[in-house]
């Protein structure tokens, strides 16, 4: 399975539940948090090209914001 970075921010509600579906899946993934790693920010806008939280990257696949159905696709894809 290609790693799994989510782009996120402590406030945000997708965010929260997106780790937590990933959490009770046993799905590891690596959490960046924009409000305290200047580094993931920049990357989210200037790689992704995107400004909003949850942002999921999986190989080459993106996911903005948290679909239960989206991710369990990403994940059968992977998996």
């Known amino acids: ?3 799994i970075k ?3 921010q402590p406030t945000c ?3 929260s ?3 937590e579906y990933l959490r009770k899946k046993g799905v590891d993934f690596e959490d960046l ?3 305290a ?6 990357e989210m806008i200037r790689v992704h090209k995107v400004r909003v939280t949850p942002l ?3 190989g080459d696949r993106k996911i903005i914001g948290f679909d239960p ?3 369990e696709r990403l994940l059968n894809e992977a998996g």
Do not use: G, Q, Y
Not at 37 to 42: E, S, W
């Open 1 to 3: 399975m290609a790693r």
């Open 6 to 8: 989510i782009f996120s």
């Open 13 to 15: 509600n997708a965010c």
């Open 17 to 19: 539940e997106l780790k």
């Open 33 to 35: 948090d924009v409000t």
């Open 37 to 42: 790693d200047r580094d993931a920010l920049d």
């Open 56 to 58: 999921i990257i999986a």
């Open 69 to 71: 159905v989206e991710v």
